[in-house]
């Protein structure tokens, strides 16, 4: 059995565990409402996409167009996608 006195013991002097804990934890659960409540302002919002300048394809913004694989102002080839499944 440990020494009731040591430092950082959770036993009391007088015997018995202590009702103690310092992990900051929530005190008590949410409801389901609560909850629910809180997820009702989870939106789906539609993907920004951008125009290629090259091919004119929806793209996401900053990405590589997947479908002509140019990247930036200057149309700069950087997937070549013709080769991709052949060779
Ligand atoms: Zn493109």
Same mark, same amino acid.
């Given at each position: 059995?440990? *020494? ?8 009391? /002097?007088?015997? &018995? ?18 909850? *629910? ?14 125009? $290629? &300048?090259? $091919? ?8 590589? $167009? /997947?479908?002509? &694989? ?18």
């Amino acid at each position: 059995m440990p *020494d009731p006195f040591v430092a950082g013991s959770n036993m009391h /002097p007088a015997g &018995g565990m202590v009702e103690e804990n310092n992990v900051p934890n929530p005190k008590r659960k949410f409801s389901n409402a609560r909850r *629910d409540k809180r997820r009702s302002n989870w939106k789906i919002t539609a993907p920004t996409l951008v125009r $290629c &300048g090259n $091919c004119e394809a929806l793209h996401v913004p900053h990405h590589v $167009c /997947p479908s002509c &694989g140019t990247y930036g102002s200057n149309h700069r080839q950087v997937v070549n996608l013709r080769r991709s499944h052949s060779a």
